[in-house]
T-cell receptor, first 112, second 114 residues
Framework: QKEVEQNSGPLSVPEGAIASLNCTYS??????FFWYRQYSGKSPELIMS????GDKEDGRFTAQLNKASQYVSLLIRDSQPSDSATYLC????????????FGAGTTVTVRA | SAVISQKPSRDICQRGTSLTIQCQVD?????MFWYRQQPGQSLTLIAT?????????ESGFVIDKFPISRPNLTFSTLTVSNMSPEDSSIYLC???????????FGPGTRLTVL
């Protein structure tokens, strides 16, 4: 059974700091990895996708993937109060091309 | 990404009744899915909505409880049948297969069953 685990929250960081979110997955064959941001009362919004080992940067967000260690992380640099949300890690394995398995989510609060 | 709408955005229903949720996309998409997000929980996939054929349900979800239609490549419905308070959740449709395997979610339907 596929499992996606995220570091337990909530995570509280001061404005301007780096927020670090971690996610591990059980299926070694997984090939597609996503980070979604979900504001309270809203639907998830895709903010990052990563498919290859290494880093992928998009603005203040950096996703890091290490398939050998089966983890994917998200760094939020220069955190802003608007980054306060729940961040969901999601994985697609190689057998089910589109079905997402979600982690429980990590709630981030950025203190002004 | 596609523009996705859902109707209704929220509803309060009596137990034993049924509610049909609509998902409309502004462009043709290969894949459409239905998820449930129970209060304080993450998302759980209910089923894949297949165009022109029966939906593919995940373990723990059955067609009698959650019938799904997908008459074309831009529209799908999910019905929550014979509702109980345990069905109180947010129901979300998502679309995929646009150019990558990324998925995008609709705004969701918040259902409360009394």
């Amino acid at each position: 059974q596929k499992e996606v685990e995220q570091n337990s929250g909530p995570l509280s960081v001061p404005e301007g700091a780096i927020a670090s979110l971690n996610c591990t997955y059980s299926d070694r064959g997984s090939q597609s990895f996503f980070w979604y941001r979900q504001y309270s009362g809203k639907s998830p919004e895709l903010i990052m996708s990563i498919y290859s080992n290494g880093d992928k940067e998009d603005g203040r967000f950096t996703a890091q993937l290490n398939k050998a260690s089966q983890y994917v992380s998200l760094l939020i640099r220069d955190s802003q109060p608007s980054d306060s949300a729940t961040y969901l890690c999601a994985v697609i394995d190689r057998w089910d091309d589109y079905k997402l398995s979600f982690g429980a989510g990590t709630t981030v609060t950025v203190r002004a | 990404s596609a523009v996705i709408s859902q109707k209704p955005s929220r509803d309060i229903c009596q137990r034993g009744t049924s509610l049909t949720i609509q998902c409309q996309v502004d462009s043709q998409v290969t894949m459409m899915f239905w998820y449930r997000q129970q209060p304080g929980q993450s998302l759980t996939l209910i089923a894949t909505a297949n165009q022109g054929s029966e939906a593919t349900y995940e373990s723990g979800f059955v067609i009698d409880k959650f019938p799904i239609s997908r008459p074309n490549l831009t529209f799908s419905t999910l019905t929550v049948s014979n509702m109980s308070p345990e069905d109180s959740s947010i129901y979300l449709c998502s679309v995929g297969g646009l150019s990558t395997n990324e998925q995008f979610f609709g705004p969701g339907t918040r259902l409360t069953v009394l």
